[in-house]
């Protein structure tokens, strides 16, 4: 039913909120470990 329908896509944005938010601080700490690794180099 639409019940249903709406479950899935409350599912599904929230689990696309988490992929972002997971991949958002998967990026700064690539970031950060990149800046680790100029200033160790320096």
Known sequence: GLLVKY???LQALLF???LLWA???FI???H???DRRFF???
């Open 40 to 42: 160790i180099s320096k």
């Open 28 to 30: 700064q700490f690539l």
């Open 7 to 9: 479950g899935g896509w």
């Open 23 to 25: 991949s958002k601080i």
């Open 32 to 34: 950060l470990d990149r």
């Open 16 to 18: 696309i909120r988490h």
